[in-house]
């Protein structure tokens, strides 16, 4: 079956840091889509991938769509407190989105 | 426009129960789905529905029952309550397909739903 793996699972980082975390898929996808879910809400999107090599930003966050269409990463530079949260690769190629397993951000100040 | 709300937002049942959790959105959106989501596995989807009287079944559909009457409303049934479904559950809704790949999913707050 299809595997989806994302990492890391966690992240301990300083303020002021950058945070890089990946995912990598056995299967081709036609889309990637990064989500962020803080404590207690549902996911809200980030940023969304349509073409392979694609690469997006959206203020600190840059992601890219890999060129094999199975994988891609998201960056954040500068963290600041309120990028705490769990961060959600979403790849999808037909009707269903599939997530990742989740990067728990910690940002200490 | 309200979003997406779902109710009620925590929920304790024993084993054996049936209950419906309520989802419902305002924005006219043709695509509404329902996941649920565990620690450490992210999300996994239970059923969806691509418009009005049309559902299907996600990757863990079993225990779960759906219908979707209207385009407004799209509520989660558990058949007989079993400690494994102890977990949260979200409603999202998409306002179409294109493409054959996803817009964006807009999600609900989410039911927090124990099972003893």
């Known amino acids: 079956g299809q595997q989806l793996n994302q990492s890391p699972q966690s992240m301990f980082i300083q303020e002021g840091e950058d945070v890089s975390m990946n995912c990598t898929s056995s299967s081709i996808f036609n889309t990637w889509l990064w989500y962020k879910q803080d404590p207690g809400e549902g996911p809200v999107l980030l940023i969304a991938l349509y073409k392979a090599g694609e690469l997006t930003s959206n203020g600190r966050l840059t992601a890219q769509f890999g060129i094999t269409r199975k994988d891609s990463f998201l960056n954040i530079s500068a963290s600041i407190p309120s990028d705490v949260g769990i961060y959600f690769c979403?790849?999808?190629?037909?009707?269903?989105?599939?997530f990742g397993s989740g990067t728990q951000l910690t940002v200490l100040p | 426009n309200a979003g997406v709300t779902q109710t009620p937002k925590f929920q304790v049942l024993k084993t054996g129960q049936s209950m419906t959790l309520q989802c419902a959105q305002d924005?006219?959106?043709?695509?509404m789905s329902w996941y649920r989501q565990d620690p450490g596995m992210g999300l996994r989807l239970i059923h969806y529905?691509?418009?009005?009287?049309?559902?299907d079944q996600g990757e863990v559909p079993n225990g779960y029952n759906v219908s979707r009457s209207t385009t407004e409303d799209f509520p989660l049934r558990l058949l007989s309550a079993a400690p494994s479904q102890t977990s949260v559950y979200f409603c999202?809704?998409?306002?179409?397909?294109?493409?054959?790949?996803?817009?964006?999913?807009?999600f609900g707050p989410g039911t927090r739903l124990t099972v003893l």
């Open positions: 529905s691509v418009g009005a009287g049309i559902t």
């Open positions: 979403a790849p999808s190629s037909a009707r269903q989105l599939t």
């Open positions: 999202a809704s998409t306002p179409r397909i294109t493409s054959g790949s996803y817009n964006e999913q807009f």
């Open positions: 924005m006219n959106h043709e695509y």
